[in-house]
């Protein structure tokens, strides 16, 4: 069993930064490639970024690529999402996850654990 608590969440204005953490438990993440989601109000939950388990792989939404960056810290057990050039429309509840395929997945049943997710509101 793995436990996940994302951080870092918050209100921003539009073309600011913020840095996501999550931080796991009960099991080491060096065996799960990892992921980022997120859900906005009214819609359905998607996929924002995933990377490999040692780090050496990464994907991004395309709504995201450029601006976005996902990273890992094994020796920490932990995973971040730095978030730059930020818009109204990535304001969301976003997720951390760990993935059962290998070397990651853009598909949200390929996940098993979440965190229970951290509000990012981003204003005009």
């Known amino acids: 069993q793995v436990q996940l608590v994302e951080s870092g969440g918050g209100l921003v204005q539009a073309g600011g930064s913020l840095r996501l953490s999550c931080a796991a438990s009960g099991r080491t993440l060096t065996n799960y490639p990892m992921g980022w989601f997120r859900q906005a109000p009214g819609k359905e939950r998607e996929f924002v970024a995933a990377?490999?388990?040692?780090?050496?792989?990464?994907i991004y939404a395309d709504s995201v690529k450029g601006r976005f960056a996902i990273s890992r810290d094994n020796a920490k057990n932990t995973l971040d999402l730095q978030m730059n050039s930020l818009k109204p429309e990535d304001t969301a509840v976003y997720y951390c996850?760990?993935?059962?395929?290998?070397?990651?997945?853009?598909?949200?049943?390929?996940?098993?654990?979440w965190g229970q997710g951290t509000q990012v509101t981003v204003s005009l």
């Open positions: 990377i490999s388990m040692t780090g050496s792989s990464t």
């Open positions: 996850a760990t993935s059962r395929r290998a070397p990651y997945s853009v598909a949200e049943h390929d996940y098993n654990y």
